[in-house]
Structures are given as C-alpha cells and as structure tokens.
C-alpha cells in the first residue's frame, strides 16, 4: 500500500472558476478600485523620499487649500491624438477614404491626473512619452490655475516585500494537469491510464510518487477546440452533432475519470 504525503491545504482558486460575463463595468470603476488599493503605498513612498516637508492634498481641494507646493496623488490619463480609433476600423471595414496614418505616440499627446472627483492637465517635469493610462502615481508640485498642475517630481510604488514562504525539509509536489480533452479522449486513452497508474504507485517509482500530495486538474478538460462531429446514424446527411450532446459525454468520461483519481490522491477541479 502506498504511503502518500500529506500537507496542509487550502483551495485559493475560486477566482479563477468561470464567471457569466458582465458588460456593465468601464474602465472608471477599475482605475478607482486600483487607486484606493495603492494610496496607502504611495503614502508610504512620499514620506520616505520627501518626509513631512509637503501635505499630501486631494485634487478638489487645491484650489481651496492654496498651497505652494504639496502632493497630490492619481491616476494618469493620456490624451492621445492618434490612439486607436473605432470609427476608423468601421471606415476601413467600409472601404472608406483611408484616413492618414500616424505613430500612436505624438508630440501633441497630454497627460492628466485624476482621482475620484477631479481632474487637472499636468505640465513641467514629466514626460508623456514614458507614461500611459493607468498608472497610479504620487506628484510633487504646486497648482498654477486654470485646471493646471506644475509638476516638480514624481514618484511611484515600491516594490512590496516578498511574502515568507515555509520552506519544507522533505519534498512535497503538486500535479499540474490541464488540456485533458475528454471530447477527443479516444485519442489519448493509454496514456491517460498509464498517468493514473503512475499516481496510484502501480508503475514503480513509489518514492517520488508518495510525494506527490495532490492533484489539481486546471482548464480545457473537456475540449480544448471545438471541433465538428458527425452522426453515426445518417451518413448522407452528415448532421453534425449537439455540442451539447458532444459535451454531456465527456463530462461523463471525466467524471469516470475523476473518480479513478479520487481513490487515490486529493483531487481539486
């Protein structure tokens, strides 16, 4: 009998199960959810290059606040003349007059800082070539009017410190098994089998095979294209089959198949 490893475990992958698509969230709602996550690092960052010397200030209140110089913290926005255009595609895709091409970066490009209420055009020391939109960034500067901030420094988010990992004296591994295709499993059935044996011991190599404390089976197990496939029954016709029905079988080939791995390794799908 084989004497499997074991070691503590925690399923961390719901993130990545398939989700039903949403179209009702834009770009804005991401760039403040990332801008609200990073502050706290910037403010990190400002204190430690620039010390307490400049009150950091949220944009709305510049005006008000009056400083000379301070911090401000947001997200970069690029106004580019010659980004991509979705009206352009349609006139190409229509044979209309071909429109002049451009390089997408350009000297008439803009950057802009906002936040979750405001907005101000950036210029002085930064360069539009080297940033693009979504870059969350702290900025050391003072307003000077008219919607417009004079930009002295600027500064970005470290590096965070590496996570501690446990380091283990004896080796334990973890089985990585993707593209299964169940659809096309005929194709494959020996070494299907053969990779089952290997796991339960039944192949030798039982030293390296003990180690092995789990097996995680991540993506396109049940086809890994679509491909078209004909009835048995009409041969003139050549109706191809429901997918559905394509695919109700190799769910079943897999669940057989999960099962002969459930008796003996964890299994995580």
Known sequence: MLERATVDYQNLSERFAEQPSNYSKQYCSIYLSRLKAMEE??????????????????????????????????????????????????AEASQLEMQPVFSRPDETDQLFIE?????????????????????????????????????????FADYRPQIDRP????????????????????????????????????????????KVARVVIAGNSIKCKAEEHFSSISLTA???????TVEAVARSKRSGCETNFCTTIFLDI
């Open 167 to 210: 380091i283990y004296n004896d080796d334990v591994y973890l089985v990585l098994a993707s593209g299964l295709d169940f659809v096309n499993s005929h194709k494959f059935l020996p070494n299907l089998e053969m990779f089952i044996f290997w796991l339960s011991g039944m192949l030798g190599c039982g030293d390296t095979v003990s």
């Open 41 to 90: 690092f910037l403010k990190e960052r400002v204190s430690e290059t620039w010390g307490d010397k400049y009150p950091i200030c949220k944009l709305y209140k510049l005006v008000e606040e009056n400083y000379d110089e301070c911090v401000v913290i947001g997200t970069i926005f690029k106004n580019q003349k010659c980004k991509p255009s979705i009206l352009r595609q349609l």
């Open 238 to 244: 050549r109706v191809p089959e429901s997918q559905d």
């Open 115 to 155: 936040d979750e209420l405001q907005r101000y055009h950036l210029i002085g020391n930064i360069d539009s070539k080297t940033l693009v939109t979504g870059i969350t960034c702290a900025l050391l500067g003072s307003d000077i009017g008219k919607g417009k901030f004079q930009v002295r420094e600027y500064l």
